[in-house]
């Protein structure tokens, strides 16, 4: 009976060890938080829209159709490495690509969309940042996707990747 | 050995001096100072997002100032300390708070420390009576 009480700290041991060995091995960012967000409505707000003089009103903008959020700037490079993809989601038009325009100069932004083409079909603009504190935003480009009933279905921090654009195209499947 | 002492005393000078060094910056401080302190104490217990090892009253991160910032907002705008909390964990979750709740979630967390101590303990006892006796048959 004794022997076998002295086993129990090399089994908790055994098994902390395995879950550290788990974790090490499947494919995660540790540094990755999820979002709070995740299965609820998207934040409401009213902002000023990059091309045109209308406000942008995020009520008008979600709740139509599964709609692709891309939080970006001018002055973020991995912003202009995921452009590619982003204009790969524009382009398949299998969901609607909004673009956050963060603490950014309008003007430039214009210019860079000029430059590396516009994906998005409106772009709303977050001059102080306070959209994004409201979608938990703490690293852009950040993307999120939006089902057809303005709940968001997932968030992705960092740039999107050929793995990431092909998660991103089978959760929209499955969303649609 | 004149030298050693001076290089004793700087680092720890360093030292002292490193616990005080806050990111706020002058135009963020509130008039109010009672304002202000509740902003400071806040501000120390949530966590910056970006560093995530510092609270946004040590980073110089945007998102960090960001934060700051709004609090003090929302301090001026006679907001309850629970309600700016909520604020925060409701878009970035309990990971914002540096002190995480006691909560079904989190149970693990505080009580699995205990546990270990408990068992560890336990150990100890059992081993002290088995060499007691061992000490008396010899």
Redesign the interface.
Known sequence: M?KQ??K??II?FTFILSIFLYLLIIDRNP?E?????LNKNVPKFVTKSLFNSKKFFSEEEFGNETTIVNFFATWCKPCRDEHVYIKGFAKEKKVRVIGINY?DDPEKAIQWLKEFGNPYSNVAIDK???IA????V??IPETFLISSNAIIQYRHVGPITKKIYKKINLIIEKTD | MKNKNLIIIMCLLIQFNLHDCYAVEPNEILKNAKQEERARNISKNIRCMVCQNQSIDESSASLAKDLRILIREQIKDKKKDDEIYKFLTDRYGDYILLKPPFKPNTLALWLLPLIFCIIGLFIVIINNKKSKKLIKNI
Not at chain 1, 33 to 37: F, V
């Open positions: 004794k009480f002295f129990i700290p908790f540094s938080i999820p979002s709070n967000l603490k102080n940042g306070k504190i409201d979608w938990g703490y690293g």
